[in-house]
């Protein structure tokens, strides 16, 4: 059995239940031309808690299924619950520093997510932002590479990165976006209440997640190589982040 499959809830009754309770759901598969009955209370259910449901073949299902009856719907819970942004606030406060949020953007692989919880802990970050979609959740396997970080570094998963992004800055945060056509990191202050965006490796930072950042850092490099994993890239800026915040 595959790791990533273990986190998965089959059938119209565990799902509902699931939902119903405060267990934290990735997303939801349900089998296309089948939404009557009970899975139209998943749908409702998921609809009201906004988590992605995707409409799929009921071979997709049939591959997923661990062996029970999936009965047309299968959910794939998170191995933690989520954080809410008010929780990586309050911990910043509680700690009495200034805010220092770390925001994902598309990073699909989970290995880099859980090295990314693991440093940010170490670095003192107070929490993580990652979108619902185009993203990975929090499977086992983010959970294993967190090596334990995963149990004190809040996780929050949000609909829109921009409107995060927007929201925090009427909180006071301004911030600075990792980017290798950007000013060196050297030359930014990054002490205050701040987020740091990081994009995957392929793609990068988003142009409308880009578009609201305050400035664009970039990690000087002097090798034949031009780009970094996403998690030692995330690693490089948040401890220039911590150095900065050392000298002050």
């Given amino acids: 059995m595959s790791e990533e499959l273990n986190l998965i809830i089959e059938g119209r009754n565990a799902v509902i239940e699931a939902l119903k309770s405060d267990r934290s759901i990735d997303k939801i ?43 047309g719907v299968i959910a794939y819970a998170a191995a ?21 949020i770390i925001i994902l953007d598309s990073i699909m692989d989970p290995h880099n997510l859980g090295a990314i919880i693991r440093t940010a802990n170490i670095a003192g970050a107070h929490g993580i932002v990652i979108p619902k979609r185009r993203a990975v959740g929090l499977t086992a396997t983010v959970a294993k590479t967190s090596a334990g970080a995963i149990n004190y570094t809040p996780i929050v ?19 600075v976006c990792g980017d290798m056509d950007g000013d060196s990191m050297y030359d930014i202050d990054l002490k205050g209440a701040i987020g740091l965006v990081v994009g995957s490796e392929g793609e990068g930072v988003s142009k409308n ?40």
């Avoid at 933690?80 to 220092?100: G, H, M, R, S, W």
């Avoid at 949000?158 to 945060?173: A, H, M, P």
Wanted: aromatic residues 6%; proline residues 2%; hydrophobic residues 35%.
């Fill in 29 to 71: 598969l349900i089998q296309k031309g089948n939404q009557e009955g009970s899975i139209n209370s998943v749908i409702k259910e998921a609809k009201k808690r906004k988590i992605v449901t995707t409409f799929v073949e009921k071979e997709k299902l049939d591959s997923v299924s661990e062996g029970t009856k999936h009965q």
């Fill in 157 to 175: 998963k949000v609909t829109n990165l921009s409107r995060t992004i927007e929201e925090l800055k009427e909180k006071g945060l301004w911030f």
């Fill in 80 to 100: 933690y619950n989520y954080a809410t942004i008010e929780d990586v606030l309050l911990k910043a406060q509680e700690q009495e520093e200034d805010p220092f």
């Fill in 209 to 248: 997640v880009k578009e609201k950042c305050d400035f664009v850092a970039s990690i000087p490099m002097s090798g034949e190589i031009n780009s970094l994993n996403a998690s030692v890239a995330t690693g490089v800026l948040a401890f220039e982040v911590v150095r900065q915040r050392l000298r002050k």
